[in-house]
T-cell receptor, first 115, second 116 residues
C-alpha cells in the first residue's frame, strides 16, 4: 500500500515568508508525528497528533510554528516569518496505534531552505 | 534523561566486508523499545527493526543481525558481506514510554559508505 507522502519535497523561502508543509499519513493511522532534522543530525520531535487532537507540541521551537490535522488524516505544518535557522528537513511519521511500542513509518521529508 | 549515542560518525568499508554499527542508550525506564532506521540519499527513513527491552534474543534477517545487550545498554547492528546498496545513514532510536505520543529519540546517525 501507499506509504507516508509529503509535499513539497523541496521548498526555498525568503526570510520572513510563511511556508506550509503537507503530510499524508498511511491510511487509517491514528498517530502522526512531525520531526525536524538538521544537517548531520538525527531527527528531533516537534509535535504529535492522535487523530485530530494535538496532544503534544512541546518540541515546536517557537510560536512561529503551527501544526494542524483537522480531520484526523492529512496534516499541515506551518512556519510563519521563516528564519534562516528554520532551514532543515521536516519529516512526518505515522503509526497504527498509540504508544512507544508502535513502529513509526516516515515520509521522504520536505527540505526547507530559507535564504 | 533519555539519550542515544552513536559514537561512529562515519564508516567506510569495501564490498563484502562485515561492518558493525554501535548504539548505546540511556533510559531510566524498565520498559522501552529500540529501533534501527536506514536513511538512503533519497532522505526517507526506512524502518529496519524494533525490539522491546524484555526480549534480549539476537535477531538475524538475511545479511542483517542485531545484538541487544541490556547489561551494557547496547543495541548493535551488523551487516554481513556489505554491498554498495547498503551505503546510507543509519539511525538508532529509543522509545521509552508506552503512552500516547511517545516520540522517538534518535542518535546522530552513522554514515556507512560501501565501495566496490
Amino acid at each position: 500500500g501507499a506509504g507516508v507522502s509529503q509535499s513539497p519535497r523541496y521548498k526555498v523561502a525568503k526570510r520572513g515568508q510563511d511556508v506550509a508543509l503537507r503530510c499524508d499519513p498511511i491510511s487509517g493511522h491514528v498517530s502522526l508525528f512531525w520531526y525536524q532534522q538538521a544537517l548531520g543530525q538525527g531527527p528531533e520531535f516537534l509535535t504529535y497528533f492522535q487523530n485530530e487532537a494535538q496532544l503534544d507540541k512541546s518540541g515546536l521551537p517557537s510560536d512561529r510554528f503551527f501544526a494542524e490535522r483537522p480531520e484526523g488524516s492529512v496534516s499541515t505544518l506551518k512556519i510563519q516569518r521563516t528564519q534562516q535557522e528554520d532551514s532543515a528537513v521536516y519529516l512526518c511519521a505515522s503509526s497504527t496505534g498509540i504508544g512507544g511500542k508502535e513502529t513509526q513509518y516516515f515520509g521522504p521529508g520536505t527540505r526547507l531552505l530559507v535564504l | 534523561a533519555q539519550k542515544v549515542t552513536q559514537a561512529q560518525t562515519e564508516i567506510s568499508v569495501v564490498e563484502k566486508e562485515d561492518v558493525t554499527l554501535d548504539c548505546v542508550y540511556e533510559t531510566r525506564d524498565t520498559t522501552y523499545y529500540l529501533f534501527w532506521y536506514k536513511q538512503p540519499p533519497s532522505g526517507e527513513l526506512v524502518f529496519l527493526i524494533r525490539r522491546n527491552s524484555f526480549d534480549e534474543q539476537n535477531e538475524i534477517s538475511g545479511r542483517y543481525s542485531w545484538n541487544f545487550q541490556k547489561s551494557t545498554s547496547s543495541f548493535n547492528f551488523t551487516i554481513t558481506a556489505s554491498q554498495v546498496v547498503d551505503s546510507a545513514v543509519y539511525f538508532c532510536a529509543l522509545s521509552d514510554l508506552n503512552q500516547a505520543g511517545t516520540a522517538l529519540i534518535f542518535g546522530k546517525g552513522t554514515t556507512l559508505s560501501v565501495s566496490s
